[in-house]
């Protein structure tokens, strides 16, 4: 048991940072790196905002009015509804150009971003927007406000507009940066009563550090804005600046940019010749959304830490330290933060295309860790990324955590290293990157392997599950990162979870190819992690533990009934007031046994490799896999068995299913890429893998291909019998991986 409070600094341990040199401070993330990265569309949360990656930085951000029922309506942060059919990034390269559409009820808007090579050194550079209206129901026209900040030095905006606009502006001084349009809508309303119009009121306070400029227009219209910083005195080089940002110059680096994500995009997934051209709008839609969906967010996560031991409280935390955090997010409207387990999955599509952004994204996550070895499963940092979540869902718990899927990302790219797919300067950073990787990879696999243990030798089990709720019918594992995915029905030690078995295989085996690459001593060897590995790959030891026969699957094994149901009955309260709730009844007696559902629990053995190439077992896993009345379908694989007893039940009243028979694209990837595999090595099964993988394959493809047609949008998950696209709107997070299905890109093991 280790003590609560850390040594040295007496701090509680859980908010003590991992002791180590931080991955972020790495030379190879300073300098023309970092210039590199200083701007860009950091705010995923919005429907279109710039800011630079900086705690406090500058922002900007658009917002626009539409009329709805009457009423003017304004749009800012990005909404799940429907209200905008669709919205996204066509193009974008992580770096220094992207390009948006979002479709509103009676217009398109399209948002470009772009950087130019100019600037003063030490900001970043110059940058520049361009908004481009069309279908809506006049000589140039320049607006400006500037300022001096000490991240930027002196900065002005220019805004510039190709046809008769009218626009107002006005500036106002405010703290809170989240109800911004409500701020901006009031003033607009204010004006509305003098004048008829919504308009703003063209004022300006005494330092103002917001300025909103509003455009009205009844045409076609666009509007270039120019934002150029460290400006030492306005020279003719200032108008040459805007100039190159503005106008025909711009519109000559846009297609210039255009042109060259186009190229880097072939190059990169190698598809053009293999697919037709609306699978290949599917796939720059899904790097495009990937990219344009990373984020920078600063602020301090809330940490689980019972203050009292007889009450429980609202205030049952403590604060981590101020972290930065640049990474990718699952879904701009509806999920618009960092989650562990998605970030490998995103990065395995994003090294492919930028390597320094991926490793300075891992890095960062892995400068998350605390001195106990956790990293916090969700990042809610600072107040945009709080807004958009239920208070409920913040506080994070440290006793719970979530597949190490980095290890995907950092075994790719040693193999990436093995089969020479990177440059030597490129291969050198890596080196480097891991060398100072290891003791935190080593202390978070040692994080797994203590508090994720079973009681078994190499059992594992996700621990956090609700053993004294009745209020759920199968009490969920929000760590395995399968929520609702139904598990033993009585939560108990005796439990092992063999999706978790088999991720800490992946750990164990990573981290010795990390030792053997690197040389054994060069680095700490705390582990025996060969040993491990080869415990946790021992094929008899895992049929013991969690092979059905009758099944012929992989399950998990714990205390378990199958007769459990949720049924409506009167609960006295202890205040003494009665009312009618749905609640579990158990009718069966749990016993230990294995567990009878499958799923895309039980392929992980399968996913992993674990399975020898000319075993039975293998040729069992092929048949469940393909079997329309297991989890087959024409639209993917779904996450639970139609035969399942839980098969798209409700976990209570409000929770509908979730991994319950959806279509995960993840889980997908993962199991077409096994399927790709045994197709490939020698056995009497490796043609029939590649049969079932080829139509899996298309299915797959030929599904969100036709949804996005439909939709415009990729989504959260699909559905198991139409295949439609539902759960977040825009959710370009793992989804994405098709564009790896489409280039038939998997890792290697
Ligand atoms: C709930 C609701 C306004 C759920 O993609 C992120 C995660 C995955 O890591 C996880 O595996 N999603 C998957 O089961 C979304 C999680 C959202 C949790 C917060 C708040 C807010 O709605």
């Not at 409700?650 to 890429?673: D, F, T, V």
Request: hydrophobic share 35%; aromatic share 12%; net charge negative.
């Amino acid at each position: 048991i280790k003590p609560l409070l850390d040594d040295e600094s007496q701090r509680p341990r859980v908010i003590t940072p991992f002791p180590s040199p931080k991955l972020t401070d790495l030379s190879m993330f300073q300098g023309e790196h970092k210039e590199s990265l200083y701007w860009g569309t950091y705010r995923p949360q919005m429907y279109f905002g710039v800011r630079a990656r900086t705690p406090k930085s500058l922002v900007a951000g658009l917002m626009w009015l539409v009329m709805k029922d009457g009423k003017p309506v304004m749009r800012h942060f990005c909404e799940n509804s429907n209200d905008l059919k669709s919205f996204g990034w066509k193009e974008h390269n992580g770096r220094d150009f992207g390009r948006q559409e979002l479709f509103e009820q009676n217009m398109v808007l399209e948002t470009s971003f772009v950087k130019s090579e100019e600037g003063s050194l030490g900001y970043g550079g110059d940058w520049s927007i361009r908004i481009n209206v069309q279908n809506m129901l006049n000589d140039d026209e320049v607006k400006r406000t500037s300022g001096s900040r000490q991240d930027v030095g002196n900065w002005q905006m220019h805004l510039k507009s190709q046809n008769h606009l009218e626009t107002h502006y006005c500036g106002f001084k405010t703290p809170d940066i989240v109800n911004l349009s409500g701020l901006v809508q009031q003033n607009l309303t204010a004006q509305e009563e003098k004048s008829g119009l919504l308009q703003l009121s063209d004022s300006s306070e005494d330092s103002s550090n917001i300025y909103v400029f509003q455009i009205s227009t009844t045409n076609q219209s666009t509007i270039d804005i120019a934002f150029v910083s460290g400006i030492k005195e306005e020279t003719s080089n200032m108008e040459n600046r805007i100039m190159s940002l503005t106008g025909l110059p711009l519109s000559s680096l846009l297609e210039e940019k255009h042109i060259a994500f186009n190229a880097k995009f072939n190059e990169c997934f190698n598809l053009s010749d293999k697919l037709d051209p609306e699978t290949l709008v599917v796939g720059k839609a899904a790097i495009g959304n990937m990219l344009g969906g990373i984020g920078y967010f600063y602020g301090q996560s809330k940490i689980h830490f019972p203050k009292s031991p007889l009450a429980k409280s609202e205030d049952d935390f403590l604060l981590y330290w101020p972290a930065e955090l640049y990474t990718a997010v699952p879904s701009r409207p509806r999920f618009p933060r960092g989650f562990l387990w998605d970030e490998g999955f995103h990065q395995l599509l994003i090294w492919r295309w930028d390597v320094h952004i991926t490793l300075e994204i891992v890095g960062n996550w892995l400068d998350l860790m605390n001195i106990d070895g956790w990293i916090p499963r969700e990042q809610v940092l600072g107040a945009e990324a709080l807004s958009k979540i239920p208070k409920q869902y913040v506080v994070q718990f440290p006793s719970n955590g979530n597949p190490p899927t980095l290890l995907l990302v950092i075994r790719d790219l040693i193999n990436g290293i093995r089969t020479e797919k990177f440059n030597e300067a490129d291969r050198d950073k890596i080196l480097s990157f891991l060398d100072r990787a290891f003791v935190r990879l080593d202390a978070w696999f040692k994080w797994f392997n203590t508090s994720q243990i079973g009681k078994e030798k190499g059992s594992y089990y996700w621990h956090g599950r609700d053993n004294i709720t009745n209020r759920e019918l199968n009490p969920q594992s929000l760590s395995s990162g399968l929520d609702d995915y139904p598990r033993a029905s009585h939560p108990n030690e005796d439990e092992r979870h063999v999706d978790l078995r088999c991720w800490m295989y992946l750990a164990a085996d990573s981290m010795n190819s990390i030792q053997e690459f690197m040389g054994k001593n060069d680095i700490l060897v705390t582990e025996d992690y060969s040993s491990i590995a080869k415990l946790l790959s021992d094929f008899t030891l895992l049929n013991q533990m969690h092979y059905d026969k009758d099944h012929g699957a992989y399950l998990d094994f714990g205390n378990h009934t199958e007769e459990v149901r949720l049924v409506w009955k009167e609960v006295i309260h202890e205040d003494g007031h009665l009312s009618r709730e749905l609640v579990r009844e158990t009718y069966g007696k749990p016993e230990l046994r294995l567990v009878p559902h499958i799923g895309y629990v039980s392929f992980f053995p399968f996913m992993f490799r674990i399975i020898p190439a000319d075993s039975s077992i293998l040729d069992k896993q092929l048949d469940l896999i393909s079997n329309g009345n297991i989890v087959w379908s024409d639209y993917g694989l779904l996450s639970l068995a139609k035969t399942s007893s839980l098969y798209m039940k409700y976990n209570s009243e409000h929770q509908a299913p979730y991994w319950r028979g959806a279509i995960w694209m993840n889980m997908n990837y993962m199991i077409l890429s096994s399927l790709h595999h045994y197709s490939t090595v020698d056995g009497p099964y490796n043609s029939k893998a590649r049969t079932i993988y080829e139509e899996l394959r298309s299915n797959l493809i030929r599904n969100v291909v036709r949804n996005y047609d439909q939709t415009g949008i990729i989504w959260e998950h699909y559905d198991q019998t139409k295949g439609t696209g539902e759960g977040a709107r825009v959710f370009t997070g793992w989804s994405a991986l098709i564009l790896l299905i489409m280039s038939e890109e998997y890792p290697l093991f």
